[in-house]
């Protein structure tokens, strides 16, 4: 099936759109029963359904964007090869490394795999795909996934798994090939992240620099150099640094560094994934009950008395091992909101640096061999979004149709996040143009929106337009790269507030 359509801002009537179906069947006699007409939302559609009858009558059908989506039955969101075994998993069951794993639904929160088949489409802004993206192995939707026969007869057996842009490939693969892929992909020596430990003080926004990534975590550093662009006031939000520097003599005043290690060389830990994750919990516990030097208490409550009496306080991790070209680290740590009725802000820090320890986190640095002790988390510190209208994540380029010339959009209602999508729900989906941001494609609407409202308005779509275009260029220039570097691009986070806003919480570079 092919369809034809017009510029989004056109709107032709039914003889036009008849002719033109004419024509192009005429003059490719290829599409002869094959071509229909797609009218595009913004002006054509309307104009369709006041002529719908002389559509319904004519000899070739009309496409809606519910036809395109009904019969989707595959689709690549990442197109590699791996190896593993084939396994249907459980809500709530816990993957191996070496697992390809088939889920109903994509969970939020997921380990290291070696590759992903869900049966319910997913997006591709989510964590668990920008970790795929990230790790290198395929990851694909296929319609009846966990029914399937020719799928299912593969359960709990080792596995190939392809995914391109026309299909996927799964057949049956030895030990052998297995054991050969896995050494081939890890790496042999140890990676030790880079951290600064010399400044001992934190610092607001605006007193961090991009170059700044060591010592408080690239995720503060980028964000502190988007306040350096001249967007609108409101659109970034004000904030807090706290370095590594708090981090490391926290884990030395109670000697946490010691217990990681003892943890770490026992033979239990590195043998067993059960007794791991039971011990990391534990861990992690101590460490959220830890005491900290009186000096930091201080420092943590001058930041916290400097909010708004009643403001609730977004505590977000910040390490060396995220954010950076080449391994986003995407949903590896938590971050946390401080509530005004929870005492000192120390306590939410406190969960913060622990989840530096989460199991996840753990396995993805333990499999690429990066230094558990020189990894280092850092928080960023900024007023809680409460209660948003919308939520998103763009790209500045199309990452998933490949088009040139768009800015690839996924925004969903409210506090449904994109990076973490609430069951089967769809965000709306836009490719926004690079030159011409009335020239919006609408792919897909969110399934939560009431009626065909579209959830950012043109204004937001304008200012959206205008701050892709200056984050694209300044950060190209930062990592050293050419603006039309095909294998560059940023993502960023975004949020529309109660009030209206778009606000813009994270910039990070797109992993490849």
């Not at 889920?103 to 970790?131: C, F, K």
């Not at 049956?172 to 890890?186: C, L, N, T, W």
């Not at 939560?448 to 043109?458: F, I, P, T």
Request: hydrophobic letters at 40%; a negative charge.
């Amino acid at each position: 099936m092919f369809t034809f359509e017009y510029e989004p801002n056109d709107a032709y009537p039914f003889d036009r759109i008849q002719l033109s179906h004419e024509m192009l069947v005429e003059h490719m006699p290829y599409l002869r029963g094959r071509l229909g007409y797609y009218p595009m939302p913004s002006r054509a559609l309307p104009l369709y359904r006041r002529e719908k009858e002389q559509y319904d009558t004519a000899a070739f059908p009309v496409v809606l964007d519910e036809d395109l989506q009904s019969d989707l039955g595959f689709l690549p969101l990442n197109a590699e090869a791996s190896y593993g075994r084939l396994s249907l998993m459980q809500a709530g069951e816990l993957p191996s490394p070496r697992d390809i794993v088939i889920y109903r639904t994509l969970p939020n929160e997921m380990p290291r795999v070696a590759g992903v088949i869900t049966a319910e489409r997913q997006t591709p802004l989510s964590h668990v795909n920008l970790r795929a993206i990230q790790d290198s192995i395929p990851n694909a939707f296929i319609t009846e996934a966990t029914t399937q026969k020719d799928i299912i007869g593969l359960l709990g057996k080792l596995v190939y798994y392809e995914v391109n842009r026309n299909g996927y490939e799964l057949r049956a693969a030895d030990a052998a090939e297995v054991d050969s892929y896995f050494a081939s992909i890890r790496p042999t020596t140890t990676q030790s992240p880079r951290r600064d430990l010399s400044v001992k003080t934190a610092r607001p926004l605006h007193a961090i620099g991009f170059e700044d990534g060591a010592i408080f975590g690239v995720k503060t550093s980028n964000l502190a150099t988007l306040h350096t662009l001249d967007f609108p006031e409101g659109t970034i939000p004000d904030g807090f640094g706290v370095p590594f520097h708090f981090y490391d003599v926290f884990m030395q005043h109670n000697g946490f560094y010691d217990v990681a290690r003892e943890l770490i060389a026992g033979d239990a830990f590195m043998s067993d994934r059960d007794v791991r994750v039971d011990q990391l919990e534990a861990f992690r516990k101590s460490i959220q009950t830890g005491g900290m030097p009186g000096w930091m208490m201080v420092a943590l409550g001058e930041i916290q008395a400097s909010f708004p009496e009643g403001q609730g306080i977004r505590c977000r991790s910040s390490t060396n091992n995220e954010d950076l070209p080449g391994f986003s680290g995407a949903g590896l740590y938590d971050s946390y909101t401080h509530q005004t009725d929870e005492g000192h802000l120390a306590e939410t820090i406190k969960q913060v640096f622990a989840s530096l320890w989460n199991f996840r986190a753990f396995e993805e640095r333990a499999f690429y061999r990066i230094d558990h002790f020189t990894t280092a988390m850092g928080v960023l510190v900024h007023p809680n979004f409460k209660d948003e209208s919308a939520n998103g994540v763009a790209v500045t380029d199309d990452i998933l149709y490949q088009t040139k010339g768009n800015y690839y959009l996924n925004t969903q209602v409210g506090e449904d996040l994109v990076t973490h999508p609430d069951g089967t729900s769809i965000p709306e989906e836009l490719l926004l143009d690079w030159w011409r941001p009335q020239d919006t494609k609408i792919m897909r609407r969110s399934s939560l929106a009431q009626g065909n409202a579209l959830l950012l308005s043109e204004g937001h779509l304008g200012l959206m337009h205008a701050c892709l275009g200056k984050i694209h260029s300044r950060f190209a220039r930062l990592y050293g790269k050419s603006i039309n570097d095909p294998a560059f691009a940023m993502e960023i986070e975004y949020k529309v507030t109660r009030e209206g806003t778009l606000a813009i919480k994270q910039a990070r570079p797109w992993v490849f």
